[in-house]
């Protein structure tokens, strides 16, 4: 085991990757030279910019090129600088990566990562601060995965890369520097499968990325309550491991999901419902959600942490949940 | 330059040049005296483009821009205390403190948006051009943008129907790579473009196009008054490239002092400049207009230096007023999410 | 020279036959045939080898042909039927034969311009001296795909060929309200790619002008672009009536029409006669009435397959 930063779990997957498959090649801006965050840092001088590839600002063209590539069997990884850009290459992402498997009857495999950031931190506005994950979920053929700390980063990028599908990995921005253990050499985690980061009794409380953080926090505060609260981290929302989260709820009957996002629509929306279609009968209370208000990040430090969904707004949830109105 | 204005406007550019330059050192200043900014991208090293330009519009004109907005927004006139102020997040921002420097705007200057993302600002400048142009206003629509903006297909999409439709649209490409100083350093990207220049990929549209020093005024006036003539003329779009070198202070996300802050005795005292940066302010449009309005005996040493400390002595009040400006209502984040 | 011959009126006869057939409803979908552009599919194809790749777009029949896609594997695919190249599951706009080298069609109009962009990037990473071609309309000469992928393919010398089907009409309107630019190749020399303006009912002329560009880019030149330029007899999409074209100008590309004039230039040089002629229109008629035939024996896929192939793996 080894402390590294989320950043620097994400640099070691992308280097033993690019070490064990001649196949696999890092594409984005600037990604020779680094990225902004650090991401692939020392990739270029390793590999060479053969297979670090530094594009054009062209985001449309780069997840083209990197879904035809896929097809022709490369095992392209894409950075997509910010989510917020993701915008601009959603034709390619949404109506080529995700289908041409399908669309092929199966002859096309597109074994593509897209690693993109996310998250409201640091004032960046509403540009560069969304968390886009259920535009996602919403598209058959994309797999999504949410690392909530550096050993996952590790796992779950590992596991994508070598995944015959696309996956979107999405980091968080404020993550990015926080240090955890992380395996020593070859780390995957199985695209899939949730994470139980705290047993307890009383309620289920789903978080994924860095509300898990804030659901950690939370479920301390709530112990000193007497509310023995279960933190679940799915860590991979498409697939979602339902039968994780429903066995917990067998246990407790009360369920929380949290999410950065905004509430309307969200991954919370459709847990709960899936929820309820498999495990209503072991529900004692309402679900309820935690999210981002539905309104755009607002740039100004107090508006942003306004909109941020924070420990105590999480509590409160909890605590109706578990204690009733 | 000198020919075309009278004392009196060559003071209100350099005016305008100092408040950009003065506003975005203050603002790195503020930043490490440990207030929360968040990234910002400065314009220091440009502000020749966007003053010379902006001070050729007419009110009813519009603006896009990016992230790179501070000096266009001072350049129309924005209050530097609200501009300050919405950076720093207060509700006596422009925006209400829901912009930020990413997405400052303002509005009644004849901002249309301040897009931070690439490209973004372009198809909005051409829809302004669209709709100047189907009511029949004599307007013209300015975007401003970057060089990496030529690596997105919005620019050509924006571009062809431009042409096409003959819409009253200036393309200002502030190319800040030339010379990409710090580039072979690996600190920050040029352009990546296949062409052997920029303005080549216009060529194809028959859009008119030149490239200019955008560290020269006169040079930067010249082009802008033919392209602003040509759109009000129903001669339809202009392509202009403002050639700039980037100002090693400039790193992607969090800009430093790194050259000091400019002394406007640069100008006549060239030796006070560091040796270190001898070639960037060589090149510093603002240090050399300073050293035309000097040659040109339009002003001598002791004015610019007293202009000079009234932008300053004005800013340090902005800044103050912003420090001290309270922060909004948190309930107010979900103010405005619909008109 | 017969075997040009003979692929341009497979083509014909294949989206013929596909217009008689949506007619009686038996093949679905949004169709766009290519008549009139058969020449291009044919003579770049013909430049290629079996080992090249080739990513089409919404009008793709010809393409697939040409590059030797089963013919009643493509029945099949607009019948729905799951003996169809993609069980069924991809419909006329995306057809896929990757063993063929007909990598993708795809349904996005300049979506197909930078997907083509990996599939080359892929061909010179493989480094098996295969290149890619990617066919596309004038439509698409407007899109930001089309355009940050000429800047990609030039800046990184990919071995991509890019092959402009300049019909005129991006789907109802004419080329000229589009863009003020008329030949598409103007944008490729922008970034310094070669390119080329040939007449595309000119089978001969498409052949050589790819064959050119084909040799550059296995021998590392890069990319190069291809403007043929060349007429829809139909519609944007079967059912459109087209009443935005004059008929003088059908008509007159009627006379241009690409197969009757490359047989009158064969039987004129003497290369072949008039009845040798009609034997291979014969012949390409009789395999698609038989392929189609085939076709439509085929087994509906099962229901459950709504939700197979979802993801690989």
Same mark, same amino acid.
């Given at each position: 085991m080894a402390e590294l930063t989320y950043i620097e779990a994400i640099n070691s997957a992308l280097r033993e990757e690019l070490a064990r498959d001649r196949g696999v090649y890092v594409i984005g801006e600037d990604v020779a030279l680094g990225g902004p965050f650090g991401a692939t840092k020392g990739l270029a001088a390793e590999f060479g910019e053969r297979r670090v590839v530094n594009t054009p600002i062209s985001e449309g063209a780069i997840m083209g090129l990197a879904t035809g590539a896929a097809a022709m069997g490369l095992r392209p990884v894409i950075e997509v600088m910010f989510v917020d850009f993701i915008t601009l290459a959603m034709d390619q992402l949404v109506n080529h990566a995700a289908k041409l498997h399908y669309m092929s009857g199966g002859q096309l495999g597109i074994p593509l990562t897209v690693r993109v950031q996310q998250g409201a931190a640091g004032n960046g506005g509403a540009q560069h601060s969304q968390s886009l994950e259920a535009w996602f979920i919403h598209v058959p053929g994309l797999k999504v995965v949410m690392p909530s700390n550096p050993a996952d980063a590790k796992g779950l990028l590992t596991a994508a890369i070598r995944d015959d599908s696309p996956v979107i990995c999405i980091e968080h921005r404020a993550l990015y520097w926080t240090r955890g253990e992380v395996p020593d050499g070859e780390h995957t985690i199985p695209i899939g499968r949730a994470a139980l980061r705290r047993p307890g009794k009383d309620v289920t409380l789903v978080a994924t990325s860095r509300m898990v953080e804030v659901a950690l926090e939370v479920a301390g505060t709530l112990a000193n309550e007497g509310i023995e609260v279960e933190v679940i981290d799915p860590r991979s929302l498409l697939p979602l491991d339902l039968d994780t989260i429903t066995a917990s709820l067998r246990k407790t009957g009360r369920l929380v999901i949290a999410h950065e996002a905004v509430e309307g629509a969200g991954f919370g929306a459709e847990l709960l419902a899936q929820v309820q279609e498999a495990a209503f009968d072991y529900l004692d209370a309402p679900i309820a959600r935690v999210g981002a208000p539905f309104a755009p990040v607002p740039a100004s430090p107090v508006l942003e942490q306004a909109f941020v969904p924070g420990a105590e707004r999480l509590a409160g949830a909890v605590r109706k949940v578990v204690l009733g109105a | 330059m000198t020919s075309e204005l009278n004392q009196q406007e060559a003071m209100e550019l350099l005016r305008t040049m100092l408040l950009i330059r003065r506003f975005e050192e203050g603002l790195i200043q503020t930043q490490k005296s440990g207030i929360s900014i968040g990234h910002f991208?400065?314009?220091?090293?440009? $502000?020749?483009?966007?003053?010379?330009?902006?001070?050729?519009?007419?009110?009813?004109?519009?603006?896009?821009?990016?992230?790179?907005?501070?000096?266009?927004?001072?350049?129309?006139?924005?209050?530097?205390?609200? /501009?300050?102020?919405?950076?720093?997040?207060?509700?006596?921002?422009?925006?209400?403190?829901?912009?930020?420097? /990413?997405?400052?705007?303002?509005?009644?200057?004849?901002?249309?948006?301040?897009?931070?993302?690439?490209?973004?600002?372009? @198809?909005?400048?051409?829809?302004?051009?669209?709709?100047?142009?189907?009511?029949?206003?004599?307007?013209?629509?300015?975007?401003?943008?970057?060089?990496?903006?030529?690596?997105?297909?919005?620019?050509?999409?924006?571009?062809?129907?431009?042409?096409?439709?003959?819409?009253?649209?200036?393309?200002?490409?502030?190319?800040?790579? +030339?010379?990409?100083?710090?580039?072979?350093?690996? $600190?920050?990207?040029?352009?990546?473009?296949?062409?052997?220049?920029?303005?080549?990929?216009?060529?194809?549209?028959?859009? @008119?196009?030149?490239?200019?020093?955008?560290?020269?005024?006169?040079?930067?006036?010249?082009?802008?008054?033919?392209?602003? +003539?040509?759109?009000?003329?129903?001669?339809? @779009?202009?392509?202009? $490239?403002?050639?700039?070198?980037?100002? %090693?202070?400039?790193? %992607?996300?969090?800009?430093? /002092?790194?050259t000091g802050e400019t002394d406007v005795a640069f100008a006549w005292e060239p030796d006070r400049i560091p040796m270190a940066h001898r070639d960037w302010f060589a090149n510093d449009g603002l240090i050399r207009y300073v050293r035309q309005l000097f040659d040109a005996k339009l002003a001598n040493t002791k004015e610019i230096l007293a202009l000079d400390a009234t932008v300053r002595a004005d800013l340090a009040k902005a800044m103050r007023f912003a420090i001290e400006a309270p922060y909004p209502d948190p309930a107010s984040a979900l103010d405005d999410v619909f008109a | 020279m017969l075997r040009l011959l003979r692929t341009m009126w497979t083509i014909r006869a294949f989206e013929e036959k596909v217009s008689e057939l949506f007619g009686r409803r038996e093949v679905h979908g949004l169709l766009h045939l290519s008549i009139g552009q058969e020449a291009v599919a044919a003579g770049a194809c013909a430049a290629l080898r079996t080992t090249d790749r080739v990513v089409s777009g919404h009008r793709p029949h010809g393409h697939a042909i040409a590059k030797g896609v089963d013919i009643a594997s493509l029945f099949a695919e607009l019948a729905g039927r799951e003996t169809g190249c993609c069980r069924g599951k991809g419909g006329s706009m995306h057809l896929a034969a990757p063993t063929t080298g007909f990598v993708t069609a795809t349904g996005i109009v300049g979506g197909n311009v930078a997907l083509a962009l990996g599939v080359a990037f892929a061909c010179k990473e493989r480094e098996k001296q295969e290149v890619a071609a990617v066919f596309f309309g004038d439509g698409a000469g407007q899109s930001g795909a089309f355009h940050e992928s000429l800047n990609i393919a030039a800046l990184w010398k990919l071995p991509l060929l890019f092959i402009c089907e300049n019909n005129g009409y991006a789907e109802f309107t004419p080329l000229s309200a589009h863009t003020p630019i008329s030949q598409l190749a103007r944008h490729a020399e922008t970034y310094g790619i070669p390119s080329a303006t040939v007449d595309g009912n000119d089978v001969l002329a498409v052949r050589t002008a790819i064959s050119d560009a084909a040799a550059r880019a296995r021998a590392g030149g890069g990319p190069s672009f291809i403007e043929c330029m060349t007429y829809r007899l139909r519609g944007h999409y079967e059912g459109d009536p087209a009443k935005y074209r004059e008929l003088s100008e059908l008509s007159d590309w009627k006379t241009k029409d690409p197969i009757r004039r490359f047989a009158a230039t064969l039987v004129k040089k003497g290369t072949c006669t008039h009845e040798q002629m009609r034997a291979v229109e014969a012949e390409a008629r009789a395999s698609v009435e038989a392929a189609a035939q085939k076709a439509s024996t085929g087994a509906w896929p099962s229901v459950d397959e709504v939700t197979t192939l979802v993801y690989a793996g």
């Open positions: - | 991208h400065v314009y220091i090293g440009q $502000e020749c483009t966007g003053a010379a330009a902006i001070a050729l519009l007419e009110p009813q004109d519009k603006i896009a821009t990016t992230h790179r907005n501070h000096g266009h927004l001072l350049a129309r006139g924005a209050d530097p205390r609200r /501009l300050y102020a919405e950076i720093l997040g207060k509700a006596a921002g422009y925006n209400k403190g829901k912009g930020g420097t /990413l997405h400052a705007t303002v509005a009644g200057l004849g901002f249309l948006s301040t897009s931070a993302l690439v490209g973004g600002a372009v @198809p909005l400048a051409v829809g302004a051009g669209f709709a100047a142009k189907q009511l029949g206003e004599r307007c013209v629509s300015v975007g401003f943008f970057g060089d990496g903006v030529l690596e997105e297909g919005v620019f050509f999409e924006s571009l062809n129907m431009a042409s096409l439709w003959k819409l009253p649209v200036v393309f200002m490409c502030e190319n800040n790579s +030339a010379g990409a100083l710090g580039q072979s350093a690996g $600190e920050y990207p040029g352009s990546t473009i296949a062409t052997k220049q920029l303005i080549d990929v216009v060529a194809p549209f028959g859009v @008119p196009a030149s490239a200019v020093d955008g560290g020269d005024p006169r040079a930067v006036r010249d082009v802008t008054q033919q392209a602003l +003539a040509r759109a009000r003329n129903g001669g339809g @779009p202009t392509f202009i $490239e403002a050639r700039t070198v980037r100002w %090693p202070g400039s790193r %992607p996300l969090w800009p430093e /002092l790194s | -």
